[in-house]
């Protein structure tokens, strides 16, 4: 295998508190390559999010990078200085948020915010810069671009700010598109049109998406490859079609267990959904040993005492499991 | 635009109204009226028969609703009565004061602005370094000195001591003359506006869309002038409005101790001497004033936030 685009190696996020500092996340490790799109699934507040910021370089206080190793296209970028970053954001890898109603400046027009990315990092100027945020916003499949692109964001529904959003990410090419929960805030009939946009837009490009989302379903569509996060570490990482076929984390499988099925209950008769029993716990409470172990109906004492170490899977793949090897 | 105009218009009739009748309603309460004061102070012994005439002819004895229907009709016609004191109208006493009072609130407004939202910006962007303490401690000081006290103290410095600064009166009218009054009427205002500023650049720094613009590889700088500026002009602008509608009424004490000629010390003036017509038509240029920024407030709003415009 040539270099990965994107290698993170056992990262970790600081999180400070009263004289404390916590683990957010701490041993993540994972590989994009060029045009791959890779998932990163877990419940809200298992960290993927500020994993993600990571990447981004825009971890801001009580976050911090506690640790590891950040390296795009062989380069290490975890300690490279804010005006090399800044070139590297928005040019090499960008990102969309998951709130579009509130990631747009409100008092811009939506035409202008695209703009910016061709003056901020290919010099053009204004008037230029339009002409191509026209241009964008017709790539992202905007209806009338040319009107569209004076509106104001509050002018333009849900999934309209979404492409802008991703017209901005797009603009100057990046090699890597991280999308934190692009579709979550989204009705689900455009959330379909929203991914599939992406999907084609950066296979066109050549663009690797960082696919941020607790929805397993729709990662395992889009990815070739997903992790699994759990308190802040992967708990399991395998091709998309292994995830869904052989689970090997209990918390993989809780996930799995607890998507809806369309035509169940019509089978089944009415039942409650199955769910994984219990909260994620909070940063600065996680327990000992495997932390998913309060949660893990297989738990067993060892669970309670040790982190259970990695055990590899076929292709490529991981767990961390006592269950396994 | 028009529309916010039209709608804010409407509401100037009635609530002009409404401080009309008001104030006609405590002076009717108030104990003591013209007449009664100037024999209460000694000046003079008055015969009752003179007085039951000089009752008779400033239409003190007619009926509260009679005169105050009077009185509203003689306003909306632009005739704001004659003053007891003076036996001038109120609206020539009025037209000499007002410009006074305009210059010294425009300046006690400009200087709150420049050094408030100035000083709230450099403490938002720096917060917890020591421009960030100073201003945010020079701003509750602000707030909590009394106009009067703080008005004083600047006289015994500029005035007495360094004697740089006249210490009271209008003078020429020059920029001289207005800096220790405009000061010490801008001084809350100023700390006021000075912690709005620093709190809603904070809260727009921390936005969503300030992240998209790091997000976009933008300096801090760029973040700041492109997105950050606007954002938090228009929290600003609401205090803005606030503080300066408010400033004439305020600078009742200022005018007062710096010997100003404006509608805040004939006020005063008048009120000690239950000289109504004219206590009333200063408050009334007062709450007028008050509308009057608000509308152009509201009117601000718009240009700035296109959210409004299609509102």
Not at chain 2, 280 to 285: F, H, N, R, T, W
Request: contains cysteine; hydrophobic residues 50%; positive net charge.
């Amino acid at each position: 295998m040539n270099t990965p685009l994107l290698k993170v190696d056992n990262l970790r996020i600081a999180l400070a508190g009263d004289g404390v500092t916590y683990n957010a996340v701490e041993n993540v490790s994972f590989e994009i390559g060029r045009g791959e799109a890779f998932g990163l699934v877990g419940e809200s507040g298992c960290g993927k999010s500020i994993t993600a910021l990571a990447v981004m370089g825009l971890l801001r206080r009580p976050l911090s990078l506690g640790g590891g190793r950040i390296v795009l296209d062989g380069q290490e970028i975890q300690d490279a200085p804010a005006a090399e970053m800044r070139r590297l954001r928005g040019k090499r890898i960008a990102m969309i948020f998951q709130e579009p109603m509130t990631a747009l400046n409100p008092l811009s027009p939506v035409g202008k915010q695209i703009a910016e990315m061709f003056v901020l990092h290919e010099g053009a100027n204004w008037r230029d810069a339009m002409d191509r945020a026209e241009e964008a916003l017709r790539q992202v499949r905007v209806p009338s671009p040319e009107r569209r692109i004076r509106d104001y964001p509050h002018q333009l529904s849900g999934g309209m700010r979404q492409r802008v959003m991703i017209a901005i990410a797009l603009a100057c090419g990046p090699d890597l598109l991280v999308a934190d929960e692009p579709t979550t805030a989204l009705d689900v009939t455009v959330q379909a049109e929203i991914i599939d946009l992406m999907a084609e837009l950066c296979a066109a490009k050549g663009t690797a998406v960082l696919m941020i989302s607790h929805d397993l379903g729709l990662v395992a569509n889009m990815c070739k490859r997903v992790a699994v996060m759990y308190a802040g570490r992967i708990v399991e990482s395998q091709v998309a079609d292994a995830i869904f076929a052989t689970p090997s984390h209990p918390y993989t499988q809780g996930l799995i267990d607890s998507l809806p099925r369309l035509g169940e209950r019509a089978r089944r008769g009415r039942q409650r959904l199955t769910e994984i029993s219990g909260v994620v716990p909070s940063i600065q409470a996680y327990p000992s040993g495997c932390r998913f172990n309060p949660r893990c109906p297989a738990v067993t004492d060892v669970c309670r005492s040790s982190a259970p170490d990695i055990t590899a899977l076929p292709a490529d793949g991981l767990v961390r499991c006592h269950h396994h090897g | 635009m028009l529309l916010v105009l039209g709608r804010r218009l409407a509401n100037v009739v009635p609530t002009m109204l409404a401080v009309v009748a008001l104030v006609f309603l405590l002076f009717s309460v108030l104990p003591g009226s013209f007449i009664s004061g100037m024999n209460e102070d000694g000046r003079s012994t008055i015969d009752p028969a003179v007085m039951e005439r000089m009752r008779k002819e400033m239409g003190l004895d007619d009926p509260l609703l009679e005169r105050f229907a009077k009185y509203v009709g003689h306003t909306a016609m632009g005739d704001l009565g004659t003053s007891f004191r003076t036996r001038e109208p109120v609206t020539k006493m009025l037209s000499t004061r007002i410009w006074p009072s305009l210059k010294l609130v425009l300046a006690a407004m400009t200087f709150a602005i420049l050094v408030g939202v100035t000083l709230g910006f450099l403490a938002a962007l720096r917060p917890g370094s020591w421009i960030d303490t100073a201003s945010m401690v020079g701003a509750i000081s602000g707030l909590s000195l009394s106009q009067f006290w703080f008005g004083l103290m600047l006289m015994y410095l500029f005035a007495l001591k360094l004697q740089w600064l006249p210490s009271f009166g209008y003078g020429d009218g020059g920029l001289r003359h207005i800096i220790l009054p405009a000061v010490a009427l801008g001084v809350g205002p100023m700390a006021l506006l000075a912690r709005t500023t620093r709190a809603a650049v904070l809260d727009v720094l921390n936005a969503d869309f300030v992240r998209t613009a790091r997000s976009k590889g933008m300096s801090e700088r760029r973040v700041v002038e492109w997105h950050v500026l606007r954002n938090a002009l228009v929290l600003v602008i609401t205090i803005v409005g606030l503080q300066f509608g408010s400033l004439m009424g305020q600078a009742v004490v200022v005018e007062k101790l710096f010997a100003w000629p404006g509608v805040g010390s004939l006020m005063v003036d008048s009120v000690f001497q239950r000289d109504m017509p004219t206590v009333q038509g200063c408050i009334l240029m007062i709450v007028l004033f008050f509308l009057a920024i608000n509308t152009l407030v509201d009117l601000a709003y718009v240009v700035i936030d296109p959210r409004i415009r299609y509102r």
